[in-house]
């Protein structure tokens, strides 16, 4: 799973200076409808001292009901609209009465009624309150929801994240019991040199793993270093019995995988087609683009699956849009690796591949006839490149994902 890209979006990142923006940019507007109208009735220009005070009464009014709605927002619901309809009719009658006590003092020849007046302005003021208390707490509920949302997101990439490295992590008691057991045969044969340099090979690869983070993508280059460093421990073991050929695509070196994504393999390989030969096996690995996809193929030249296992074993399935090249066949119910094998390596190379990309891979098991044991694996192409590219093409498009970033970064409502 790729990491998602975050980015504030610039309105909402500081949720003060919106509510301010947002204050002075509606009230502006109200004076302006206001204004425009009173000029069409042919109105004088000193019309406009009542309409600004009005608009500055308003502009006051908001604020004190911000006060009262950031209070009432996190109460229980019954709570909060039955107090906002009474806060709500007492600031509109508030309003009301100023604004005709205005217009009284500037038009004390109109022969329109006190109660009249007072009404036409309270059905606007009314209609300007009402709309600004509906906008207040459907962009503070909005936010919320936006918060809630990225925190679930982030929640479940934490949650990806663990079980990443929960698997990665399993590779190492799997791989170490092995080697330190090939380490504790060389000290009781008293091969002192061999078990020391096992050691000092072991601590070098080890040091190796820790510089990649678990749920990490490597290179292909990176991850043949690692093998390497992986495969000159095991041949302290079997000498001439181990025999390895890389096959790497110089096209392929640059494209990334998950990191230790191919050593169970290899270890499987040793285990079941190296150690029970005596003439020991070869391992072959190769890496090639095939079109949008990156192929991996380990294999070796042991016993393979007996034969009422020897079939492809299709566990997992590319799909979407260019996939019309996965591999067809029949379909084994099992997914044991070898006789008598635990099952480990290969389980755990499905779940992180599962987990990195979902039903977009390739995980198929060959055992040809003439024997030996062959794993294929098909990603999307993916280069260091590539992935910054998509993040930053996707990031200034995606709304929900921009205004739950500015929602994190400021915490609490609009003012």
């Not at 606007?124 to 459907?138: F, M, P, R």
């Not at 302290?236 to 995988?257: G, Y």
């Amino acid at each position: 799973m790729r990491p998602l890209a975050f980015q504030p979006a610039p309105f909402f990142d500081d949720k003060t200076g919106a509510f301010w923006r947002l204050q002075f940019a509606g009230w502006a507007g109200a004076m302006v409808l206001r204004t425009m109208s009173a000029l069409a009735g042919q109105q004088e220009w000193d019309f406009l001292i009542p309409i600004l005070i009005q608009t500055i009464t308003g502009f006051s009014i908001s604020l004190v009901l911000s006060v009262i709605y950031r209070q009432l927002i996190d109460r229980r619901p019954l709570v909060t609209w039955t107090a906002t309809v009474v806060v709500l009719f007492v600031a509109v009658a508030l309003y009301a009465f100023i604004d005709g006590w205005v217009n009284a003092l500037y038009r004390p020849d109109s022969e329109t009624p006190i109660v009249q007046r007072l009404l036409s302005f309270f059905y606007i003021d009314l209609t300007l309150l009402g709309a600004w208390s509906a906008l207040y707490y459907a962009i503070n509920y909005f936010l919320r929801i936006e918060e809630q949302a990225d925190r679930l997101e982030r929640l479940e990439m934490q949650a990806t994240t663990a079980q990443l490295a929960m698997l990665r992590y399993q590779l190492n008691p799997h791989f170490l019991f092995n080697t330190l057991n090939s380490i504790s045969t060389l000290v009781l044969l008293k091969q002192t040199e061999p078990a020391n340099a096992m050691l000092t090979r072991l601590s070098a690869f080890l040091r190796h793993t820790l510089v990649s983070q678990p749920g990490s993508k490597v290179t292909v280059a990176q991850e043949v270093d690692t093998l390497k460093l992986y495969l000159e421990i095991e041949r302290m073991r079997f000498e001439e019995r181990l025999r390895t050929r890389f096959q790497i695509d110089p096209a392929a070196q640059a494209a990334e995988l998950p990191s230790m994504l191919l050593q169970p393999l290899v270890e499987n390989a040793i285990k079941y087609a190296v150690g029970p030969q005596e003439e020991g096996a070869e391992i072959s690995i190769c890496a090639q683009l095939v079109g949008p996809r990156l192929r991996v193929t380990v294999s070796d030249t042991g016993p393979g699956l007996p034969d009422g296992q020897r079939a492809a074993s299709v566990l997992a399935r590319m799909t979407g849009e260019g996939n019309n090249a996965a591999v067809t066949g029949p379909v084994a119910a099992s997914s044991a690796a070898r006789p008598t094998s635990t099952g480990v390596g290969l389980a755990n190379i499905r779940d992180r591949l599962a987990q990195a990309y979902g039903e977009d891979h390739l995980f198929e098991i060959r055992t040809p006839a003439e024997g030996g044991f062959t794993v294929v694996i098909e990603l999307p192409h993916e280069t260091a490149a590539t992935s910054a590219n998509e993040a930053a093409a996707t990031a200034p498009d995606d709304t929900s994902l921009t205004l739950s970033a500015s929602a994190r970064a400021a915490t609490g409502t609009l003012p």
